[in-house]
Nanobody, 116 residues
């Protein structure tokens, strides 16, 4: 069973930066897109950013201008650079991989806490 391994979460002050990383523990055939979602306490999981195998990106309005998603296709690794963090960014961040058969893989989540 392939798992997604996330790293890079933590505690940061308002205005600070964090970089999240995610890579599968094994091979996933036909990766179509990779991305990041987040879930704050009492809220639904929401999209943060995605990137396709061709490099096209999509961001939530809340992430535009502050977050940058990128990927290393050779390593099947996806990154999320988060700058100018705000307390409302506090959430558990989940890595997602979708393949060409629309199968979704999820990471275990990494906590991001932004203190005011």
């Amino acid at each position: 069973q392939v798992q997604l391994v996330e790293s890079g979460g933590g505690l940061v002050q308002t205005g600070g930066s964090l970089r999240l990383s995610c890579a599968p523990s094994g091979s996933i055939f036909g990766i179509k897109a990779m991305g990041w979602y987040r879930q704050a306490p009492g809220k639904q999981r929401e999209l943060v950013a995605t990137i396709t195998s061709g490099g096209s990106t999509d961001y939530a309005d809340s992430a535009k201008g502050r977050f940058t998603i990128s990927r290393d296709n050779a390593k099947n690794t996806v990154y999320l650079q988060m700058n100018s963090l705000k307390p409302e960014d506090t959430a558990v961040y989940f890595c997602n991989v979708r393949n060409i058969f629309r199968a979704d893989y999820w990471g275990q989540g990494t906590q991001v806490t932004v203190s005011s």
